[in-house]
């Protein structure tokens, strides 16, 4: 019987993730691979959730709640001497998934809230082929994933109505600067792109335009994911350098001016030069000497 159930896990832990434990299981240094099992969410708690927060879960996220709610796969490397935990893959229960923006971010009386804390980004949507969410009436975020504190992946709900079920989600990545970065426009894209990067770590910034932080680029070079682009980690990669044009930042302060040619100053007229004292000198020496003769 016990033989029967842990082949039923590893045949359920095969389909959910496409055989990336086996994967992972293959990749020199990792020590551990581990699952954590979850029962299937309840459709009561799924119907509860909607209408709390007056949101229709879209079907793809909806199917995967009915086979496990939430999902959780860690995976260890052996660093130092000792096992570390380096790939995270994550993705919330029914339960757990809570509405961001409207509590306050510190456990203080009237502290900010992440409404508060979001900076006027008018002009950067002008920029954008989407349209940023914002922490008003007029979206609905939930968290995903936290991300480690790197981060929140965010299930967003946009243009929505009072007393109206949103059914239009996309998912969104939110960075620690509280810059909005969009991801995909299904879960299962995004349950994919989990998939493929492995759950390193930051790997959600790989694909804002910012990139990955210099030590994330080192566990990518190390544990390459499934879908490996090397301008994500080559180092000649210019599109993640901030470049520096020291003529443009020193615009007007530092003007080099035409060089100058030296001219003779005249000495005035009551000055003796300094060779006309060395001779004068020399003339009294001589003259007392013949006088001593």
């Not at 002009?123 to 504190?149: A, M, T, V, Y």
Request: charge should be neutral; proline fraction near 4%; glycine fraction near 4%.
């Amino acid at each position: 019987m016990e033989d029967d159930k842990i082949t039923n896990l590893k045949d359920l832990v095969d389909r959910l993730t496409f055989g990336v434990t086996r994967i992972l299981e293959s990749r020199p240094g990792v020590t551990e691979v581990r699952y954590v099992e979850k029962d299937p969410a309840e459709r009561h708690m799924i119907v509860s959730w909607e209408q709390k927060y007056c949101c229709s879960l879209p079907e793809d996220l909806r199917n995967f709640y009915l086979m496990t709610d939430g999902f959780l796969m860690t995976w260890s490397i052996k660093f130092d001497g000792s096992n570390m935990q380096l790939g995270t893959m994550l993705i919330n229960s029914v339960s757990a998934l809570c509405r961001l923006g409207t509590t306050s971010i510190y456990s203080l009386p009237n502290a900010a809230t992440l409404a508060d804390l979001e900076s006027d980004t008018e002009d950067e949507d002008k920029e954008e082929p989407f349209k940023k969410p914002h922490f008003n009436s007029q979206c609905r975020i939930f968290e995903l994933d936290s991300c480690d504190g790197n981060g929140k992946v965010c299930l967003v709900y946009k243009n929505t109505q009072s007393g109206v079920v949103s059914s239009c989600a996309e998912i969104w990545f939110l960075d620690r600067a509280l810059y909005w970065h969009f991801l995909t426009d299904t879960f299962t894209g995004y349950y994919r792109l989990m998939l493929i990067h492995l759950g390193l770590p930051q790997w959600q910034y790989a694909l804002t335009k910012y990139g990955i932080s210099p030590q994330a680029k080192q566990w990518f070079n190390m544990y390459k994911p499934i879908a490996y682009n090397s301008n994500v980690v080559t180092d000649d990669d210019m599109a993640f350098i901030n470049k520096l044009d020291p003529n443009q930042v020193f615009k007007n302060k530092n003007k080099l001016q035409p060089a100058r040619k030296k001219t003779c100053v005249p000495i005035a007229g009551p000055q003796k030069s300094q060779a006309s004292l060395v001779t004068n000198k020399n003339l009294t020496q001589m003259g007392s000497t013949t006088t001593k003769k």
